[in-house]
């Protein structure tokens, strides 16, 4: 969720405008406030769980689809529905994967217990479930 920066001259504004009125002043009332909207884009709450090993082995597949899938086995290693295969690590919320085509990382968080949040290089995020 996204906070709201409001600038302090706004803030003084608002503290002073019932400053000095009296009592049998009616005031407007303030409409009602709308409940955020909740961005569609924006990951689920974390667990506050940190990603191990022992929870990253298994198949895991991208945005609802397990027909495309990642292995990660509890030896290091992965294999990827193509049959490209690699190793991997997890440093911190860090895993690295390194295979034929050189070595590709991204952070990792858990969302729930079948579910991983993916930090990619270029700043976007993607959910993977497990399979």
Do not use: Y
Request: proline share 6%.
């Amino acid at each position: 969720m996204k906070s709201i920066q409001i600038p302090a001259a706004a803030l003084a504004a608002l503290a002073l405008f019932g400053c000095g009125q009296p009592a049998t002043t009616a005031k407007a009332e303030a409409p009602a406030a709308e409940a955020p909207i909740a961005d569609p884009h924006a990951p689920p709450a974390q667990s506050g769980e940190a990603v191990t090993a022992a929870f990253l082995a298994g198949a895991w597949g991208d945005n609802g689809d397990c027909n495309s899938t990642i292995t990660f086995n509890a030896d290091g290693s992965f294999r990827m529905q193509d049959g490209s295969t690699g190793t991997w690590t997890l440093e911190g919320d860090r895993v690295t994967m390194s295979g034929a085509n050189g070595d590709f990382g991204v952070n990792v968080a858990k969302g729930n217990e079948n579910q991983l949040l993916i930090g990619q290089p270029d700043g976007s995020f993607g959910i993977s479930q497990r399979c």
